[in-house]
């Protein structure tokens, strides 16, 4: 994938991120994108990808607080910065062009 | 309340109850008279990995969605429950449930339903984490990790959950070093103990 393009695993972590909204983290994350994607997903998968994300600007992390239910470590958590949303919009605009004419329901 | 509604809400509670930790998890139920052709089991968010269920007569090698709602009592018999096991949503046959069952199932081999509180991940596991996981994540996984552990523990029982974090532990290490990387150590310890 490019710098600034998204393929559609990162497109899934983003969107992701984005229904989660301040509760987004690996768990639920994860979560979010196997039941949507129908299969399971790792959780190297999920980390990697986001790590990914940082590191091309789209998404900012921060610790949270530690908690008794995950054995003391803290909870990292996930937000869209504006070059995430922007690569986001993109791809909607690249996959409307895609199926532009084609008739609502059409087989694909 | 008629008697059909009466076994409508035992056999609803026999199954949200229990068995959607047994009859998931159970690797061997003894239920002579249980005769399902297929069943269907469903988790809202993760596909289940689950062990064959062994019954008697028939074995059932995929298990993948889960209506439980949709097992309901058809008969009026009080000692035993008869349920409707659909499958996509069509009828597939009749299921008979007994009471006496469900207290079996709870016997040895099955995993009760566990308080996540009380499940400990295994230590050794998160012992391989340092050389896998880069610095900045490793407190973030290896909190997913336990959270998720003592859930699935919790759900489906301490065996399911550790098989769970051994393949994910395995899947980390692929990620990290890649196939071919573990497979030329592997073969490399194999010749050392070869002597070749």
């Known amino acids: 994938m490019g710098r600034d393009t998204l393929g559609e695993f990162e497109q899934g972590v983003l969107l992701a991120i984005l229904r989660l909204g301040p509760e987004a983290y690996g768990v639920p994350i994860r979560h979010d994108l196997s039941g949507r994607l129908g299969r399971a997903v790792s959780v190297g998968a999920i980390y990697t990808t986001l790590d990914r994300l940082e590191t091309k600007g789209f998404v900012s992390s921060w610790i949270g607080g530690a908690t008794a239910e995950r054995g003391g470590r803290a909870k990292r958590f996930y937000r869209i910065e504006d070059p995430g949303h922007r690569a986001l919009d993109a791809a909607r605009a690249v996959t409307r062009s895609l199926w532009a004419g084609l008739p609502e329901g059409a087989p694909a | ?196």
């Open chain 2, 1 to 196: 309340m008629s008697n059909e509604e009466i076994i409508r809400q035992q056999a609803s509670r026999i199954i949200r109850d229990h068995w959607r930790t047994a009859s998931i998890r159970a690797p061997e139920i003894r239920a002579p008279r249980i005769r399902f052709p297929e069943i269907d089991f469903d988790t809202p968010a993760i596909p289940i990995r689950a062990p064959r269920i062994r019954f008697p007569e028939i074995e059932i090698p995929d298990i993948r969605t889960a209506e439980l709602d949709s097992l309901l009592p058809t008969t009026k018999a009080v000692a035993e429950t008869t349920v409707e096991v659909k499958r996509h949503g069509r009828s597939v046959g009749l299921a008979v449930v007994p009471e006496r069952f469900v207290r079996v199932v709870f016997l040895s081999n099955v995993a009760r339903p566990i308080d996540p509180a009380h499940v400990m991940i295994p230590e050794i596991g998160l012992k391989f984490l340092p050389f896998i996981v880069p610095k900045k994540l490793r407190d973030a996984v290896t909190g997913d990790l336990t959270e998720e552990f003592r859930t699935y523990a919790a759900r489906w029982g301490r065996s399911y959950a550790l098989r769970w974090l051994w393949w994910e532990l395995a899947r980390l290490c692929i990620r990290r070093f890649g196939p071919t990387a573990i497979g030329m150590g592997i073969a490399a310890w194999v010749r050392q103990k070869l002597g070749l």
